[in-house]
């Protein structure tokens, strides 16, 4: 199974920026997919899951609207776009999968990840 993240880079705040993650090696439609970040010396966190089989989505109360995540189940391709970006965004953003269907951000449930992008969002 491997996940490769991809789309970061620098941006200044309010800009956007639309990650992804491509899959391979596992049934995608079996799967959550999930989108992490960690910035310097900060635990990491969710931002955004996804269930493969039926697009369903989860996002934590701090996203504001402001991220969707979506899917190509073609291409077992996930994406997440990210506007009205913030500073406080910077971060290495990760991609993760986890068999079954439940909708949660809890990282030690997730099997497999990417190796993560960065992104950078300078005032």
């Known amino acids: 199974v491997q996940l490769q993240a991809s789309g970061g880079g620098s941006v200044q705040a309010g800009g956007s920026l639309r990650l992804s993650c491509a899959t391979s090696?596992?049934?995608?439609?079996?799967?959550?997919i999930a989108w992490f970040r960690q910035a310097p010396e900060k635990e990491r966190e969710g931002v955004a899951v996804?269930?493969?089989?039926?697009?369903?989505?989860y996002y934590p109360r701090f996203v504001k609207g402001r991220f969707t995540i979506s899917s190509d189940n073609a291409k077992k391709t996930v994406y997440l776009q990210m506007n009205s970006l913030k500073p406080e965004d910077t971060a290495v953003y990760y991609c993760a999968s986890d068999v079954g269907t439940w909708l949660h951000t809890d990282q030690w449930e997730y099997d497999y990840w990417g190796q993560g992008t960065l992104v950078t969002v300078s005032s």
């Open positions: 090696g596992l049934t995608f439609d079996d799967h959550v």
């Open positions: 996804i269930r493969a089989s039926d697009n369903s989505t």
